[in-house]
């Protein structure tokens, strides 16, 4: 997939930080406003939904989405990339506007958190290339401090009550903020001994041994699936591209299993590898980001030993969604 160069984007990504519903409903009803005055139409994915329809008058341009949007961050990657083309095909090229907010679930933990700033800084070059401005709301009674701090190094402008953009001056370039990220923490299952640990497997073994492990819990069938399938791309990808040895581990709860496959080598180069296709021809790389879109709760761990890619499927991490 070309990446336009975020400096010349059309793109446009701010924050916005409401204490209250009043507060949220104002903000959200100046940016819509400001949208249909410009004949701008707008996708409202973010919540208080009621308050929201209560404000504003009924528009054929005002759109309001409700359910996954934001379910997973290659899912919402490739929900918003299907949108702002869909837009540009059957708009006449209008500019469009989105207004997003996460569960509450996604920013509960740092391990939560973490898909979704590598999201938030992601999308600053991912969706570079299209006329939209995107509001993304955040409840300061909620948030915790380390969100904060990286929504202000992800959003090259903010929102003011009014609804006015203003330059974010901590603001971070994707690719530098992702290089300086540490490690993302392990989930507490990991601190027990995996029930699998596999060292130089190829990916049919692999399967079979992610398959038996996680029949033990109380997974589905599909969460099984999924995760056999994001440990089989991941082997695969360690023995095709990364340096011996290739360990695979995999812990299991009840309610989760986690499956961690590592190897020596550096891992992949682009920073977005998983959010979305690799290439123009949307074949290579299609593995890694088919495992982002089933799996629960991915993230890439790089250090001096190698790289690790861990999964998740049927986390606690992940709140039924819906909009209110």
Known sequence: MKRPSPGGASFEHAVGLYSDEDEFVAMVAAFVEQSLDAGEPVVVAAGHQAALRARLPDHPDVEFARG?????????????????????????????????????????????????????????????????????????????????????????????????????????????????????????????????????????????????????????????????????????NAHAHGRPPVVVRVWTAPDRAIAAVRDAGPGPADPFAGLTHADDDGTRGRGLWIAHQVCDHVVHVHDPSGFQLRATVGSKLEAPRGLN
């Open 68 to 236: 996954l949007t934001y379910r997973r961050p290659a899912g919402a990657v490739a929900t918003w990339l299907d949108r702002f083309r869909t837009h540009g095909a059957t708009r006449g090229g209008r500019r469009l506007r989105i207004i997003g907010e996460l569960d509450s679930a996604d920013i509960s933990s740092p391990l939560a958190w973490e898909p979704w700033a590598r999201y938030e800084a992601a999308v600053n070059t991912l969706f570079a290339e299209f006329d939209v401005s995107s509001l993304c709301m955040y409840d300061r009674g909620i948030t915790p401090e380390y969100v904060l701090a990286d929504l202000m190094r992800t959003h090259p402008r903010m929102a003011t009550p009014e609804s006015r953009s203003a330059r974010n001056d901590d603001y971070q370039p994707p690719r530098l903020f992702l290089a300086g990220r540490a490690a993302p923490p392990t989930d507490p299952l990991q601190h027990h001994p995996p029930v699998v640990e596999l060292f130089g497997a190829a990916p049919a073994e692999a399967r079979r041994a992610v398959r038996r492990a996680a029949a033990a819990s109380s997974l589905s069938a599909e969460d099984i699936d999924h995760l056999v399938f994001a440990v089989s791309e991941a082997v695969a």
